[in-house]
Every structure is written in structure tokens, then in C-alpha cells.
């Protein structure tokens, strides 16, 4: 059987280990597990979901605080249209993440950052501009376009210089998405240079509805695939979503895509952004304790630990100091849900929301546990230590996995003892 290796993703003129990391978000896909996939020749992604908390960790900025203090006189108000991000502000946060994370790129590989059109942030359009360019101004080596169709974000770049020169991409999970996508960015002259085709075995925000189960994402892929040869498109295909093994990828590159984005592994190693703690939730999760419900704001199924502190949770909306999904009204569904249950509970202190989450502040304190399908075979890939947790892996050994396996097997580390995992 073929491995990964004897296969090579190409954008433009260059070739790559077909193997990108997902963009996890918020900074759940570091930097440093985007610098190991770029320095081992493949592709890693950075997030730029709240972007101006991951600087204020990073780097020591006070973009939250500043943010939070200005908008303090509205916290108590159930209204919150007049909570705004200044933009000069936004580009600054992303500038700086982005331009560290390429400022300490080594190898042959790319770095990417997944921005996420369903980050409506009060004002979709100019937000979205911002998010976009600032990222091409820090010198990013593509763009991820991913939660929405993107009908209008590549004209929202169009006039920058590097509009042309970045690899720009997109997230779809139906051959009718990718139809729409074309069809809008054909008046521009200038088609994605990569597809992600999606699956319903993805982890968090999901491209399909309640139906997940009917969809598989080989017959996606088929489709697509039967779609661009019928109209002549010749632009690399990204399978994502359900893709646990080396063997599972090949799979995959022998019906003809560029690449596979693979996401789940690596949220159980070092390099990822999860505190370890969660990452031991994820190595014990049974096939049980997965589950797809609807309590994102967004509105997308999303696929989570059912043990995840964020579905139930009160907690008072942190819009003031987040506001990342209000949309272009000031609104958020959690935000309705939330003041529902206060209005019905008017002696209770921050009574249960069951229907929705407070996703910015329960993904900015790692208490939203999104994830894969196969989460629940994490635990196959690693040591049982003597004290019951499990061993953490490195990024280089779960990308060299995929690289190199064959006949679905998966490698083991070294053990390690307690101490040193």
C-alpha cells in the first residue's frame, strides 16, 4: 500500500507533504504547532478567532482590557449595538500574531490562518477587510476562508497588492457551496488556489444540518471531483474531516485530491494550545461521550464532548470584552437565549441556558471541549502512564504517522515515565 509520502500537494509552482493542520481556534492551533507543520514541509494553520486575546497572551498587549473598560457603562444593558472593535486596533492584534508566527517560520512548508466569516464582530464587512488584509500585510503565506459561503471576501481584498500572490482558500462541504464560490469570485479573474472539502466528521462548527449522518465525505469528494473534471477546474482538493490514519489519507489522494487536513491528533499534543488537563479529557472520551447539538450561536451544529462545561452554562454575556459573534445588529442568539432565562428566573443567579453557549468566553477559557468524530480513539495512539494519564504526543511524531504508515496501523511513541510526559 502507497503511503502519504509517495504523494506531494501542488500550489503554484511549488510541492508540498500533502498534510495540512487544521485552524483551530481560539489558539488551540498554535503557532508553534503551524511552525512544526511548515518546518516538516506541510502545511499548518494559525486561527485568528479573537485575535486580540491571543495578542494580549502573547504579547502582552491590552487590547481585551482597553476594550473592556471603554464599554463598561453597557455591560448590564441587554442591548449590546453599541459594542464596536475599533479596526486600526483589530489589524494591529493580527499583525502581530501573524507576523511573529512568520518572523519564526523554518522549512519548506506554509503557514496559513483560518478566519471564520461567522465571526460577525457588529460589522461583518469592514471586520472581515481587516482581519483579511492585516494578515496579507504580516505576510502570510495564504488565507483559510472558512464558517460561510465567503461570497463577497474576495472582493473585500481585491485592491491588496498581495491579493494575487497569497494562496486563498476555501472551506466547502457540498459540490453546490463550491458552484456558488466560483460562480461569485469568476467576475474577479481569480479562482482559490486550494478547496477543503469538509465532511460531516469534522470536529466543532459542522457544514451541514441536523442530517450530518446522511453524508459521507468520499461521495463529497466524488461528486466534486466529477464536478471540476466535467468543467475543466484544475484547483487541488483538501479532504478534511474523519482522516485518523496515514492510511485513511492515502485513501483519499488516490481518487485524486491534493492533500488531507487532519486536526483531531494533534489537539492531544504538546504543541497544541489545549491546557493539558483537557487534552486528558480528550484521550478518555468514549465513542459515547461525542456529541453534535445546536448550542452554538452561530447557528451550525457543532460536534463536542458532552462533558464540555460550556453547554449548560449561565455564565452573563461577554460581549463588552469578546462581542466576536454579535452580528451586524449587535445581536447574538446566545445573548437572546441568556436574557430569556433571566426574565424567567428573576431570583436565580446565573440560571442554566441549555439551548445556546457563550462561545467567545467558554472557547477563550478552553471550556468548550469541540472536537472529531473519532476523538474517541485517541487514547489507541499514545501510553497509559502508571499515575492514569495519558502520554502526550509531539506534532513531529503524529505528522511523521501520517507521512509514513501504512495499512491503517498507527505508531506509538517511546513511553515516557509520569514525569517526563
Known amino acids: 500500500m502507497k503511503r502519504v509520502d509517495d504523494f506531494r500537494l501542488r500550489l503554484g509552482n511549488k510541492e508540498y507533504v500533502p498534510i495540512m493542520i487544521g485552524g483551530m481556534g481560539v ?22 478567532a479573537m485575535v486580540q486575546d491571543v495578542s494580549d497572551r502573547k504579547f502582552d498587549t ?33 499583525r502581530l500574531h501573524v507576523g511573529a508566527t512568520m518572523a519564526a517560520k523554518k522549512g519548506d512548508g506554509l503557514i496559513f490562518v483560518n478566519c471564520m466569516e461567522k ?21 502570510i503565506d495564504g488565507i483559510t476562508m472558512s464558517a460561510g459561503l465567503h461570497l463577497g471576501s474576495f472582493e473585500l481584498i481585491k485592491d491588496h497588492p498581495r491579493f494575487r500572490e497569497a494562496k486563498l482558500g476555501i472551506i466547502v462541504s457540498s459540490v453546490r457551496a463550491l458552484q456558488l464560490f466560483l460562480r461569485k469570485v469568476s467576475k474577479l479573474n481569480r479562482p482559490p488556489d486550494f478547496i477543503i472539502v469538509e465532511g460531516p466528521l469534522a470536529g466543532g462548527h459542522l457544514g451541514f444540518g441536523v442530517d450530518w449522518k446522511e453524508y459521507d465525505l468520499h461521495t463529497i469528494i466524488d461528486e466534486i471531483l466529477a464536478y471540476m473534471r466535467a468543467e ?19 485513501r483519499f489522494l488516490e481518487k485524486g485530491v491534493g492533500g488531507v487536513q487532519v486536526a483531531t491528533r494533534f489537539t492531544v499534543t504538546h504543541e497544541c494550545g489545549m491546557p493539558d488537563s483537557v487534552k486528558q479529557e480528550y484521550f478518555r472520551a468514549s465513542e459515547e461521550d461525542i456529541i453534535v447539538n445546536g448550542i452554538s450561536p452561530t447557528g451550525y451544529p457543532m460536534r463536542m464532548l458532552k462533558s464540555t462545561p460550556a453547554i449548560g452554562s449561565g455564565i452573563r454575556p461577554g ?42 468566553t467558554h472557547m477563550r477559557n478552553y471550556n468548550c471541549w469541540t472536537c472529531g468524530h473519532f476523538t474517541y480513539r485517541l487514547k489507541d495512539t499514545t501510553h497509559k502512564l502508571a499515575d492514569g494519564n495519558y502520554q502526550i504526543l509531539s506534532a513531529e511524531h503524529v505528522f511523521k504517522d501520517y507521512q509514513f504508515s501504512v495499512d491503517d496501523q498507527v505508531a506509538m511513541p517511546e513511553k515516557q515515565d509520569s514525569a517526563a510526559a
Do not use: W
Request: glycine share 6%; aromatic share 6%.
Open 27 to 48: 489558539d488551540i492551533s498554535t503557532s508553534e504547532l503551524a511552525l512544526e507543520a511548515a518546518r516538516l514541509g506541510g502545511i499548518g494553520h494559525i486561527s485568528d
Open 62 to 94: 491590552t487590547f481585551v482590557k482597553d476594550k473592556t473598560k471603554l464599554y463598561k457603562f453597557n455591560i448590564n444593558n441587554m442591548d449590546k449595538a453599541v459594542v464596536q472593535f475599533d479596526l486600526e486596533r483589530l489589524a494591529e492584534a493580527t
Open 232 to 250: 475543466n477546474i484544475d484547483i487541488p482538493l483538501i479532504a478534511a474531516g474523519g482522516v485518523f490514519t496515514g492510511s485513511d489519507a492515502v
Open 119 to 139: 465571526l460577525t464582530m457588529n460589522a461583518p464587512k469592514e471586520t472581515l477587510r481587516t482581519r483579511l488584509a492585516s494578515a496579507l500585510d504580516a505576510g
Open 319 to 360: 460581549c463588552e470584552s469578546y462581542g466576536y459573534l454579535l452580528d451586524a445588529t449587535g445581536n447574538c442568539a446566545y445573548i437572546n437565549s441568556y436574557n430569556r432565562e433571566v426574565l424567567a428566573n428573576p431570583d436565580v443567579k446565573n440560571p442554566p441556558v441549555l439551548d445556546k453557549t457563550c462561545l467567545c
